[in-house]
């Protein structure tokens, strides 16, 4: 028999990053490989993926948008034609130089985001007010050539879908960022179970040639934030770059009004950040690729394995569920699935069988619950339900506890080093005292949240009258 | 109002590389932009993949596989491991040199397939024949720096799924590696409504770096074979090269042995050159995108457009249906559905609303039908049925009619040339036969199939006793 040894992992209040790193690789979510920065994604966690694009991209479609698919390579001279833009990811780009054994006459980036691509594609067709809104979407790997990275949080290729959409009107375009961000704010929050904040990012902070960029932030357990999906408003930039425009119906030639938006791989580096614990990984129940873990026990005996497997076949109708019938001890089955973060775990032995009942432990709180057999359908969604509600509640208690405000420089290192988290705190509008914040203090401008409070009157920087509220943070 | 044209394409029979790209453009499939050899895939094609992409990958997922995610990169180092593989490949990569500004200490290489990948995966978490087999799928895009490219047949870059798998026992992977082919051959023949032949690649032909490699090759209308999918038993080539090893349940040290299987884009022109015709595209009503669109005729008569818009609401539970409600003319809006080879067309006027009935056209026969509002749902799904069965047989047809048999090389080169099509002929088996039959008649050995026939009794080429008969064709 092979060995069986439970999986350690370091602590989170011990190490937090060792924790994080422990949790993707021993719970079977990636794997390293001999290509630096890069991560192989593994069975478990492409599942989870797949979960997470499904939910997102139906969403996507319901919202009018179709799906479409652009080249990797982007030549150097189309990637230089918005000014803003080439500065903004020049420096990040991987370049192919040759083709076989044939040096390239012009170098080809490997797309870092497929701005540039879209243009050149809607310069070719949009004519008329008749061809718009054009409403595309892009489920993509992108590139950049970041120094140093991290599982899902920080990778030099990482998976992502792209929205890149043209408007007649700079209203329309507005309210088709808003859309987005309210799409990525759904998925974050009733389907991964992580509670965000919405709002806008300073000038400083903005996409590379957006008029201005809306984001959702989150709040990891170790108190540092975590971008987790932006949206921008790229008003007329791209389109007088790249020529975009149509006759509007007075017979007028305009350029279009453009946004793009878009969400990550590192959304899963998110989650784990937020619900995991101790033990692993939590996974949200609507997401996790199995959701119910049948473990028999005492499987020698007879008509245990039967009996579980029938089981299996009855549950599958209404939940993901799966079977570890395989000869390890019912220890190293329990560990190794909390580990993965299986939201519930369903033991079955002789003596459950004879009583007619199961008993189910829940992921999230620990809890043993013993259902009979007859209500176990019901019971089964509904305890997933309550899982998904509860570690939503939890991570939202979290986010409170670990916000403050702070109403001057001193006071905002300090709640930042005691209680690490957002900080609530006025800003004057001013790009020094945004550097300023983050030369003292580490934390970035995570946004201006559309929810405004006046938690003061006056910069947290410098002093001077202030009315914008700005969140602040150490951040991923 | 917008100028409305019919689109005029080539006939097939006049220029059928014309008529090809004039259908890829027009119907909205593919467009072109400044990246050589690669292509747009517009919302139509996309939609289509996605379709295609869908029935494969329930059926690779059925078979026990699980999706996983490789990194896009692979240092060259990495690629040299196994040499048959790294000669085959070498000339056709893209090679990363600067990552940003900085020059790389080794080149990286865009992903031609990912054997190498999965191989050091393997390495790592394959230690004992409890670990087997291993059946892993990848979704990914790759690159092959084609000199000459055309869209879907021949791109620069391509989408496509890679299996990879690992199996304890020779048996095993000849299994997998036939299962797979059955899979792709289901999904061309039942699905896309493409007739194959089943068979095994010459030595020749074979991947590089396999033992073997098995095929399904398709006829198109003009008599050009095109490879449709391919499945290879890679032995232990790969393990040796890659020291992935597992300790048998006797304890011995084995090498796993290896399959990968392969289906891509390329088969969307498949579909284009078996089913189109002069009026375009003909779509294989189980992944067409649209699979019956509705034409209100009359349309700003009162109740038109009502009637219409619920009868959409009410057919979408069953099929996937549109509307085209626009003011273009119902002439213009015909053209343009039929060169889309959308499978079904709906007519609905103020007289039909009165009768209680509407007008089906169908793409593949031209047949009008008058069918009664409460046959419609019934009769639409039998239709629908209809046209995929039709084309096959069609297609079938064809095929059957250009396939000719052949005895010697003079009968081959005229078969080629006056039938346009597969000629089945013996084989001795020598490459120095392959090779002449190439140079003297432009036809390829297409593969050796599984039903073989007795055509004859001597070699094609060179007159020798010969057993093995072989499809040979001009290809894509």
Redesign the interface.
């Known amino acids: 028999m092979?060995k069986e040894f439970v999986k350690d992992i370091t602590s989170m209040d011990e190490d937090f990053a060792q924790w994080y790193t422990d949790v993707v690789t021993k719970a079977d979510l990636i794997?390293y490989?001999?290509?630096r920065g890069?991560?192989?994604?593994?069975?478990y966690g492409?599942?989870l993926?797949?979960n997470i694009k499904n939910e997102l991209d139906h969403r996507i479609k319901e919202t009018g948008h179709?799906?479409?698919?652009?080249?990797?390579?982007?030549?150097e001279?189309?990637l230089q034609k918005e000014k803003d833009h080439i500065e903004g990811f020049?420096?990040?780009?991987?370049?192919?130089?040759?083709?076989?054994?044939e040096e390239l006459t012009e170098?080809?980036c490997?797309r870092p985001t497929s701005e540039v691509?879209f243009c050149?594609?809607y310069k070719?067709?949009i004519h008329?007010y008749?061809d718009l809104p054009k409403l595309?979407n892009q489920w993509?790997?992108v590139?950049r050539?970041e120094k140093t990275t991290r599982p899902f949080l920080r990778t030099?290729?990482f998976?992502w879908q792209e929205g890149h959409t043209c408007h007649a009107t700079d209203e329309e375009a507005h309210d088709e960022t808003k859309r987005m961000l309210e799409v990525y704010a759904d998925v974050c929050e009733n389907i991964l179970a992580i509670p965000v904040i919405k709002g806008q990012k300073t000038e400083k902070e903005k996409f590379a040639g957006a008029k201005f960029t809306y984001t959702i932030e989150s709040l990891m357990h170790d108190g540092k934030a975590l971008q987790s999906g932006t949206s921008h408003h790229l008003g007329d930039g791209f389109a007088k770059a790249f020529g975009i425009q149509f006759t509007d119906q007075a017979g007028n030639l305009q350029y279009v009004q453009q946004t793009s938006w878009g969400f990550t791989t590192r959304i899963i580096g998110a989650m784990i950040m937020v619900h995991g614990d101790d033990r692993g990984l939590v996974m949200p129940p609507k997401v996790a690729p199995t959701q119910v873990m049948i473990v028999p026990i005492a499987q020698h005996k007879e008509g245990v394995l039967d009996f579980a497997y029938e089981l299996k076949d009855r549950l599958s109708k209404s939940v993901r569920v799966e079977i570890d019938a395989s000869d390890k001890k019912p220890g190293w089955k329990f560990n190794e699935y909390e580990m993965k973060g299986i939201p519930l775990r369903l033991e079955v032995g002789p003596k459950d069988i004879e009583k007619g009942q199961v008993i189910l432990a829940r992921r999230d709180t620990g809890e043993k619950i013993i259902v009979s057999m007859e209500e176990l359908d019901e019971k089964l969604n509904q305890i997933l339900d309550d899982i998904q509600k509860n570690i939503f509640q939890k991570a939202s208690k979290h986010r409170e506890e670990r916000t403050s405000i702070a109403s001057n420089l001193d006071h905002l290192k300090n709640n930042l080093e005691t209680k690490p988290g957002f900080v609530k705190a006025m800003w004057c509008g001013n790009r020094e005292c945004e550097d300023k914040v983050k030369e003292e203090t580490g934390a970035t401008s995570r946004c201006m949240p559309f929810e405004q409070e006046a938690v003061s009157d006056k910069c947290v920087c410098c002093g001077v009258t202030a009315n914008q509220m700005v969140y602040w943070a150490k951040a991923y």
Chains 1, 2 share one sequence.
């Open positions: 092979a794997d490989s001999s290509v890069s991560m192989i994604i593994r069975p492409y599942a993926w797949e179709e799906n479409v698919y652009m080249p990797l390579f982007i030549p001279s189309l020049a420096p990040e780009v991987a370049w192919v130089t040759h083709g076989g054994s170098r080809w490997v691509l050149e594609h070719n067709i008329s008749r595309y993509a790997n590139v050539w030099l290729e998976l």
